[in-house]
């Protein structure tokens, strides 16, 4: 039987299949972190066992108590009050400024057809509106949670950590 490359499967430098080297995989690729394989009797190799599973950790709370407690609290209620106070509006506005630019150009193709300067339409404005005011929204968003949201997220996550002894399920 003749490979693509023009060999025949008896010809010196053919690939065989019993080919220690034929299965293995380059160094670095596929392999877990400190961990050998372990090679079986046909000159394959097996992967290594599985790690043993984590030990838990004493814990001063069930988790789902904590983090009820966690989701009850003023700090969370505060953070979740911020995070709407800026998601709910912008998306409206966003969503608006999307559908007035649709119902635009289906409703007044004179209008968005208008020329501004040389070949540049309103349409084409509109639609650059679209992505600037996209950029604008994801700044905008970026910094509000910097500013109103992380320190006090962060502060939570923390106070979380402490009562679960950094345990995570």
Do not use: C
């Not at 372990?38 to 030990?55: E, F, S």
């Not at 209008?111 to 950029?135: D, I, P, S």
Request: charged share 20%; net charge negative; proline share 9%.
């Amino acid at each position: 039987m003749d490979k693509q490359d023009g060999r025949s499967v008896g010809d010196p430098g053919a690939l065989r299949l019993d080919d220690p080297w034929y299965d293995t995989l380059a160094s670095g690729w596929g392999e877990l972190d400190d961990a050998a394989e372990t090679t079986d009797g046909w000159g394959g190799t097996q992967p290594p066992p599985p790690p043993p599973p984590p030990v838990p950790g004493p814990r001063s709370a069930p988790h789902d108590e904590i983090y009820l407690a966690v989701q009850r609290s003023a700090a969370f209620q505060e953070v979740r009050r911020r995070y709407r106070r800026f998601v709910l509006p912008g998306t409206v506005v966003f969503l608006a400024w999307y559908l007035a630019y649709v119902i635009a150009a289906i409703a007044a193709p004179d209008l968005m057809g208008h020329r501004v300067a040389g070949a540049l339409n309103v349409a084409m404005l509109a639609g650059l509106g679209q992505f600037a005011t996209t950029f604008l929204l994801t700044w905008a968003y970026a910094r509000h949670a910097r500013l109103r949201r992380d320190s006090a997220a962060l502060d939570i996550r923390w106070e979380t950590q402490e009562l679960t002894g950094g345990n995570t399920r």
